[in-house]
C-alpha cells in the first residue's frame, strides 16, 4: 500500500523538479515592445526592402503603415502581439506574414515567415510623434537612405576553407549620425566560425553620414560565404 | 628544419615492416615494435624518415626492402619510400612507389594517405582527394588524412564573401 503512494510522490517531485528546471532555462525578454518602431522590412523577393512604421500598444494591438512609393499608408491592424518565452509574435493578415521578435535583442526585430518566404525585420525606437499622417519628409528624416561609404569584407576564416564549411549569416544594426555602424547583432547564423569575421567587417564598415537623423537607423547586411573549386587543378587538365 | 618536422607530421610511415599490415591503426605501433626485428633495416629506415633524415631512410629501406621476404614487409616498405620522396618533394617517385605497395597491399590507409599527398604537391588534387576519401575509409580515425584534406581544401577552393545590404 505504501509503495504506489511512493512511487507517487517520487513522481510528482520529478515533475516539480522539471518544471523548476524548465523555468530555471527560460529565456528571458529583456525588451518591451511598446512603442512606435521605425522598421526595415527585408527578404521579399517583389517587394524588396521595405520602410514601415510599427505601433505597439500596451494593450495587445499592434499597427502598421507602410511607405509605398512615396505615400504613406493609414493605420493598418494586425493581429494582436503576445510573447512566449522571449519571443514576441504576431501576423499582417493581408500580407500573410508571420513575424517573429527575440526579445533578448537590445531592439526590436527578427524574422517573419509566410508559409512559402522567409525573411527578417529590424527596428529602431521612433519618436512619440510618428503617425502616418505626417509626410514623407517626416519618414524620410527618420528613415534616410543608407549609402555605404566603405564596406568592408569579411576575412573567410582559414579554418573554415580547410574544413570546407561554406555558410550564411544575417547581421542587423543601427546607423549613427557619422556614418558608423553600431550595435551589431547576429540574427541568423549557420555556423559560429564566421560569427568574428562578420563583426570585424562590420566594424570596420562606414555609410555615408546622416546628418540630419534624429535616431539611429536601423540596417540589415546578409553575408554569403562560398567555395568553389579553382579550375587550376593539373588533373582536371591532364 | 621545421618544414622536415612539418612534413614528417603529414607523411604517414608504416613502423618497419608490419605497419602496414591492413588496417593498421597509428596505435597498433607499440605492437609492431615487438617484431621489427624481421628486418632491421627497414625499422632503421623508417626512424631515418621520421626524424627527418630522408636519404638515410631511403638507402635503408632500399636494402631492407631487398631482403624483404613477406607481403607485408614488402608493402611497408614501398609504402614508406613514397612517404620519404614525397617529403622530400619529388611526388612522382613517391606516387609511383605508393602504388607499387597498393598493388600488394590494396588497404594500406598509410599508402594511399601518403599518395595523396604527393598528389596535392602535383597540384592534382581530384586525385588527393579521391586517395584521401579511401584512407578516410579505411581508418576514419586518421588525423594525418584530415590534416591533409585541409591542405588541399586551402589550395584548391577557393573562397568568396557575397554581401547584400536590406536598407
Known amino acids: 500500500m505504501r509503495a504506489p503512494a511512493l512511487f507517487a510522490a517520487l513522481l510528482l517531485g520529478a515533475c516539480f523538479a522539471t518544471q523548476v528546471h524548465a523555468r530555471k532555462n527560460r529565456a528571458v525578454p529583456t525588451l518591451d515592445p511598446v512603442g512606435t518602431w521605425t522598421c526595415v522590412v527585408y527578404g521579399h523577393p517583389a517587394f524588396g526592402d521595405e520602410l514601415v512604421l510599427l505601433d505597439v500598444a500596451r494593450d495587445g494591438t499592434v499597427r502598421a503603415a507602410h511607405d509605398r512609393d512615396g505615400e504613406i499608408s493609414p493605420w493598418v491592424g494586425l493581429t494582436s502581439w503576445y510573447v512566449d518565452d522571449a519571443t514576441m509574435t504576431f501576423t499582417d493578415p493581408h500580407s500573410g506574414r508571420a513575424y517573429e521578435a527575440d526579445l533578448t535583442f537590445e531592439t526590436l526585430g527578427g524574422r517573419w515567415r509566410t508559409p512559402t518566404l522567409l525573411g527578417g525585420w529590424w527596428c529602431s525606437r521612433g519618436g512619440d510623434d510618428f503617425a502616418p499622417k505626417a509626410e514623407k519628409a517626416k519618414l524620410e528624416s527618420a528613415m534616410p537612405p543608407l549609402l555605404p561609404s566603405f564596406t568592408a569584407t569579411p576575412i573567410y576564416p582559414i579554418k573554415a576553407i580547410r574544413d570546407a564549411k561554406q555558410g550564411r549569416a544575417m547581421s542587423c544594426f543601427f546607423v549613427d549620425a557619422d556614418g558608423n555602424v553600431v550595435q551589431p547583432e547576429i540574427v541568423e547564423l549557420s555556423d559560429e566560425i564566421f560569427r568574428a569575421p562578420i563583426l570585424n567587417a562590420l566594424a570596420r564598415s562606414r555609410y555615408q553620414p546622416l546628418p540630419h537623423a534624429q535616431a539611429l537607423r536601423p540596417g540589415c547586411r546578409s553575408f554569403l560565404f562560398r567555395l568553389e573549386p579553382l579550375a587550376g587543378d593539373a588533373s582536371v587538365l591532364e | ?167
Open chain 2, 1 to 167: 628544419m621545421a618544414r622536415a618536422k612539418l612534413i614528417g607530421l603529414i607523411v604517414s610511415l608504416a613502423a618497419g615492416a608490419v605497419g602496414a599490415q591492413p588496417g593498421a591503426q597509428p596505435g597498433d605501433q607499440a605492437q609492431s615494435r615487438t617484431v621489427l626485428g624481421t628486418n632491421d633495416l627497414l625499422a632503421q629506415g623508417a626512424e631515418e624518415i621520421r626524424a627527418g633524415q630522408y636519404d638515410e631512410g631511403i638507402r635503408h629501406t632500399s636494402l631492407g626492402l631487398a631482403q624483404a621476404t613477406s607481403i607485408n614487409e614488402r608493402a611497408a616498405a614501398l609504402s614508406n619510400l613514397c612517404a620519404a620522396y614525397a617529403a622530400k618533394g619529388n611526388p612522382d617517385q613517391a606516387i609511383d612507389y605508393c602504388t607499387q605497395s597498393l598493388a600488394l597491399r590494396d588497404n594500406n590507409w598509410r599508402a594511399y594517405s601518403n599518395r595523396s599527398y604527393a598528389y596535392y604537391l602535383k597540384g592534382q588534387y581530384s586525385k588527393a582527394h579521391e586517395d584521401l576519401d579511401v584512407a578516410a575509409s579505411i581508418n576514419p580515425e586518421g588525423r594525418t588524412i584530415e590534416r591533409i584534406r585541409g591542405m588541399i581544401n586551402e589550395k584548391s577552393l577557393r573562397p568568396s564573401v557575397t554581401m547584400e545590404d536590406h536598407r
